[in-house]
């Protein structure tokens, strides 16, 4: 449960603030995702980055940006939001192999905006 | 993303009985196949996995079969009890490798 821990667990933001989400992984994966879970859309890929390089972007708007420093660490910052980015924010993490071949995706608990 | 449907949408059995949840997906490159349980008011976990390689995958009471022609898995769930009560989700791998695309979910209840 404490392999991939996200901050913080509820963020209450106007439209014209700004914030950021962390999403930390202790697993040792060097592949991590941001996901936006709502009703209308449960589980939506937002962002993929692989060895700290982005390598999968869904159309997300850019009032979010993505960070990636490091293999353990992933931010998500947010600006100008509009009432529809409320949702469940869910990063993940797991090992990609060299052929790309994909493991299991280790979720964390998830920030609620 | 390429899509992966997911029927039904809810389901509701009895304890003991037995739980189908199936998904189709379009990709023919996916070779990864998971699934997740989400309780409510917590994240998603990995409950069992199949790759292409293999047809059928058994971890007592939980079962993946996988029709790679066919492009549909399925999830079943055997001696239902109240606490297999979640929303469980299917995902299959999309050609670049590093995604998953996951369907809609099943909100599956089971009642004592």
């Known amino acids: 449960e404490t392999g991939v821990t996200q901050t913080p667990r509820h963020l209450v933001m106007g439209m014209t603030n700004k914030k950021s989400l962390k999403c930390e992984q202790h697993?040792?994966?060097?592949?991590m995702y941001w996901y936006k879970q709502s009703a209308k859309k449960p589980l939506e890929l937002m962002f993929v980055y692989s060895l700290e390089e982005r390598v999968e972007n869904n159309s997300v708007p850019s009032r979010f940006s993505p960070e990636c420093p490091n293999s353990s660490h992933l931010f998500l910052h947010l600006h100008t939001l509009q009432p529809e980015d409320s949702a469940l924010y869910l990063c993940?993490?797991?090992?990609?192999?060299?052929?790309?071949?994909?493991?299991?995706?280790?979720f964390g608990p998830g920030t609620r905006l | 993303g390429e899509n992966v449907e997911q029927h039904p949408s809810t389901l509701s059995v009895q304890e003991g009985d037995s739980a189908v949840i199936k998904c189709t997906y379009s990709d023919s490159a996916s070779n990864y196949f998971p699934w997740y349980k989400q309780e409510l008011g917590k994240r998603p976990q990995l409950i069992i996995d199949i790759r292409s390689n293999v047809g059928e995958k058994k971890d007592q009471r939980i079962a993946v079969t996988l029709n790679k022609t066919a492009k549909h898995f399925s999830l079943h769930i055997t001696e239902t009890q109240p606490e297999d009560s979640a929303v469980y989700f299917c995902a299959a791998n999309s050609n670049s490798g590093y995604a998953l695309n996951f369907g809609k979910g099943t909100s599956l209840l089971v009642t004592p």
């Open positions: 697993l040792g994966h060097n592949a």
């Open positions: 993940a993490s797991s090992s990609i192999r060299g052929d790309r071949s994909q493991e299991t995706q280790y």
